[in-house]
């Protein structure tokens, strides 16, 4: 569904540069989400957020940061002290209340020059 | 920490035949389980979820069970087409904290 974009679709990053990922929702959702994606691997949470001036680490926040100035966007920095951000990046939004299914973005795959 | 462990890893089908897969969750609080396609290069979607209070759902082709005794719940698809090959995730959920199996990525041949 097209209700989430994010951009760009693929970015490369260079050593100690931090880079900013792109997440845009038209759904009215309230709660938002970031996941990387590694080969073999699930989607490991990085941070969520549940409204507008709030967010919550996930599993994997280190090295990674995010705000929520507006609903309808939750940008991801992957900042220096990541030392391995090369994976594929997906943004999820999801409507208020627990446990609500989540709609994804087609994500953005990170590399580093 | 908490984890979702996911079998197998990889499954191989001839059209016309069903195929399972089944996790297992270590958080007993998960009270939420969806079901997640996805097809090469193209975002994970939706494709059936159970809560706690229930057991068993199916939707078509799809169906999903859940023992929340012996947290474990598994996603059966029958009659499966060529169309279904791709990776599914399973994942459990406590309020917004999401955790995702490995994915198990499934083959039907033609």
């Known amino acids: ?113 | 920490g908490e984890n979702v462990e996911q079998h197998p890893s990889t499954l191989s089908v001839q059209e016309g035949d069903s195929a399972v897969i089944k996790c297992t969750y270590s958080d007993s609080a998960s009270n939420y389980f969806p079901w997640y396609k996805q097809e090469l290069g193209k975002r994970p979607q939706l494709i059936i979820d159970i809560r706690s209070n229930v057991g068993e759902k199916k939707d078509q082709r799809i169906a999903v069970t859940l023992n929340k005794t012996a947290k474990h719940f598994s996603l059966h698809i029958t009659e499966t087409q060529p169309e279904d090959s791709a990776v599914y995730f399973c994942a459990a959920s406590e309020s917004f904290k999401t955790i995702f199996g490995a994915g198990t990525r499934l083959f039907v041949k033609a």
């Not at chain 1, 994010?6 to 929702?25: D, W």
């Not at chain 1, 989400?33 to 969520?48: E, K, S």
Request: glycine fraction near 8%.
């Open chain 1, 1 to 113: 569904d097209g209700g989430i974009t994010q951009s760009p679709k693929y970015l490369f990053r260079k050593e100690g540069q931090n880079v900013t990922l792109s997440c845009e929702q038209n759904l009215n959702h309230d709660a938002m989400y970031w996941y990387r994606q590694d080969p073999g691997q699930g989607l490991r949470l990085i941070y969520y957020s549940q409204i507008v001036n709030d967010f919550q680490k996930g599993d994997i926040a280190e090295g990674y940061s995010v705000s929520r100035e507006k609903k309808e966007s939750f940008p991801l920095t992957v900042t220096s002290a990541q030392k391995n951000p090369t994976a594929f990046y997906l943004c999820a939004s999801s409507s208020s209340g627990r446990n609500q299914p989540q709609h994804f973005g087609d994500g953005t795959r990170l590399s580093i020059l």
